[in-house]
């Protein structure tokens, strides 16, 4: 697979509907041409289905916390973002972390909208992650994080139409227009 640098990002946001109405058709028709980026988004959506194994937890264990914070906040230069992409292409555990993280600063920043102070924002991370602290066994289905009101297995959104067998994900918006 020869996914461009910059793709993994770009389908994170279309997973978690977080791209603008323009971007999102333009994505939605480069997947329907560009079978590269189709089978990313194939792998991306697949590993997010299903269980981590503990080769791959060991995999995400590789990659510094600050640094794959950095990746999703596009902080890192072009070619430590270029390795790290690959690193997590490679990796089904590393790419859930690109999704916990993104979804992590959705949620830091949902909270801090709403709420206005990092104090409260601190309380709704305690909010979305209390499940996976007070029930150890259960950390690694929680980890990828969910975002405030959704859950994290939650199949709702673009994701749901791969997932039921489409070829291209949808929004609701195209949905209901069919």
């Keep these: 697979m020869s996914i461009t640098t910059g793709d993994l990002l770009m389908l994170v946001r279309l997973l978690e509907d977080r791209l603008e109405t323009a971007d999102g058709v333009r ?12 089978i990313g988004w194939r792998t991306l959506s ?36 270029a390795r790290l992409e690959q690193t997590c292409w490679d990796h089904p555990a590393l790419l859930r972390e690109v999704v916990s993280v993104f979804r992590e600063r959705l949620g830091i920043d949902s909270c801090r909208d709403t709420a206005g102070s990092s104090a409260n924002g601190r309380d709704c991370l305690s909010a979305m992650f209390g499940e996976c ?3 150890p066994s259960r950390q690694q ?20 139409s791969l997932a039921a067998g489409s070829d291209t994900p949808h929004s609701d918006a195209d949905r209901m227009a069919r």
């Design 27 to 38: 994505v939605r028709e480069r997947l329907a041409v560009d079978k590269d980026l189709l």
């Design 46 to 81: 697949r590993v997010l289905e299903h269980e981590v194994s503990p080769d791959d937890l060991r995999a995400a264990e590789s990659v510094r916390p600050e640094q794959m914070a950095a990746f999703v906040e596009e902080r890192l230069d072009p070619r430590e973002a």
């Design 133 to 135: 602290l007070r029930a």
């Design 141 to 160: 289905r929680c980890f990828v994080a969910a975002t405030p009101g959704r859950p994290a297995n939650d199949a709702s959104g673009p994701a749901r």
